[in-house]
């Protein structure tokens, strides 16, 4: 009855990773999927969230229907984290719980396919395989737009602007706020400002996918653009996940902020959102985002739990280090100083699909076929091994 439906080639992330769960070799070095990894190569459990769960053990609660905007405590906290509580006071967005940061892109493409049909979307290229499948799913028709220049390995602002200045109005523009995925290559705070008002005359409807906040300078430092655009008065919104900077990948928390330009604008929006989720999976799941909300809104569970993210972070940073110093000893003739510009969990190495397939028979590396590398996937134990399988093969 099926078969005239197109085979499914499986994810060009997830079928990585499990190729790598299939190798039986010692010396494997997972850096496919977005996971964070402790120097002891486990993904961990937040001391934080323990502690939030062991007090929790004796609660018998009754598991009922959350709302279908999902838990109160845990959209107001959300929106705190990314707006401060000025903008929570004003009333202006329009936050509901999601399933994972995934579920925010599909209820927030489902909202813009509903508003404005017409609308096409606008993803940097080269950009998190993903979004492009979401987007179609909701019936949008994707393009891309400049962002990495491969020669310099930054970014190609003005193709950017210039690709972004072409767009007829209404566009939706997705952004990666920090960590930009798959590159670790971002926008500097000069460039956000010179982008915003070009999003703003063109009428341009920009979406941020923010999966990794924390991850490149700090929680609060991490947002600078979606308080940026909101003290400019923009129409736009946020998909945010606490996969990573939680380490709570299974518990899929995540949320969809739609900032509007008025309170009553927002209570509409929020309205019309409910109709959505109601319509295609009612109300989300509890247990996560109960945790989530009860850290966020504790100082002294909030100040440990940016201290973990601070670990995280920094942890990262010092693999970048030791990748580059042990490059520099295996393979001087190579330029590996990207490994300390990228920012977040992601470096773009610029090696070849050949070269990944070599890392891969001859070393038992797993990178993605791009060339991006997971670097929490490095540790103290194997980064030596990493940097002489690459000095090999470049
Ligand atoms: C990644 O890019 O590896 C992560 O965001 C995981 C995923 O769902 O693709």
Do not use: N, V
């Given at each position: 009855m099926f078969n005239h439906l197109q085979a499914y080639a499986g994810d060009p992330i997830f079928k990585v990773a499990q190729a790598f769960q299939e190798d039986p070799r010692q010396e494997k070095i997972n850096l496919s999927i977005g996971l964070y990894f402790d120097d002891e190569g486990q993904v961990p459990v937040l001391d934080v969230v323990h502690a939030v769960e062991r007090s929790w053990a004796e609660r018998n609660e009754p598991r009922i229907y959350l709302p279908m905007a999902g838990l109160p405590d845990y959209c107001s906290s959300v929106q705190a984290l990314l707006f401060g509580q000025e903008a929570v006071d004003e009333g202006r967005i329009a936050t509901i719980q999601s399933v994972g940061g995934t579920g925010a892109l599909r209820v927030g493409g489902e909202l813009l396919h509903e508003a404005f049909p017409q609308s096409e979307l606008w993803v940097s290229d080269p950009n998190w395989a993903n979004h492009e499948a979401i987007f179609k799913g909701c019936g949008i028709r994707t393009h891309s737009y400049r962002y990495f220049d491969a020669t310099t390995k930054r970014v190609d602002f003005e193709g950017m602007l210039s690709d972004l200045m072409q767009l007829p109005p209404r566009s939706i523009v997705l952004l990666h706020p920090c960590c930009h995925n798959p590159t670790g290559v971002d926008l500097s705070r000069a460039q956000w400002q010179q982008l915003i008002p070009v999003l703003k005359e063109r009428q341009l409807i920009p979406f941020l996918d923010l999966a990794?906040?924390?991850?490149?300078?700090?929680v609060t430092e991490d947002v600078y653009v979606l308080r940026a655009m909101y003290d400019a008065q923009l129409t736009f919104l946020v998909a945010n996940s606490f996969s990573k900077n939680f380490s709570y990948?299974?518990?899929?928390c995540g949320a969809l902020s739609v900032v509007c330009s008025s309170a009553s604008g927002a209570q509409h929006v929020r309205g019309v959102l409910e109709a959505i989720v109601r319509r295609l999976y009612s109300n989300p799941p509890a247990h996560g985002a109960q945790v989530v909300a009860a850290v966020l809104s504790n100082p002294e569970w909030r100040a440990q739990w940016e201290a973990e993210v601070a670990g995280m972070r920094e942890r990262i940073r010092e693999m970048r280090q030791a990748v580059t110093k042990q490059l520099a000893h295996?393979?001087?003739?190579?330029?590996?100083?990207y490994w300390l510009e990228q920012n977040g969990m992601f470096s773009y190495t610029g090696l070849t699909s050949e070269q990944v397939d070599r890392l891969r028979d001859e070393f038992g590396i797993y990178l993605l076929a791009s060339g991006r590398v997971c670097v929490p996937g490095l540790n103290n134990q194997n980064v030596s091994y990493f940097a002489q399988s690459l000095a090999q093969v470049v």
């Open positions: 990794y906040q924390g991850f490149a300078e700090g990948y299974s518990e899929r295996y393979a001087p003739q190579y330029d590996a100083s």
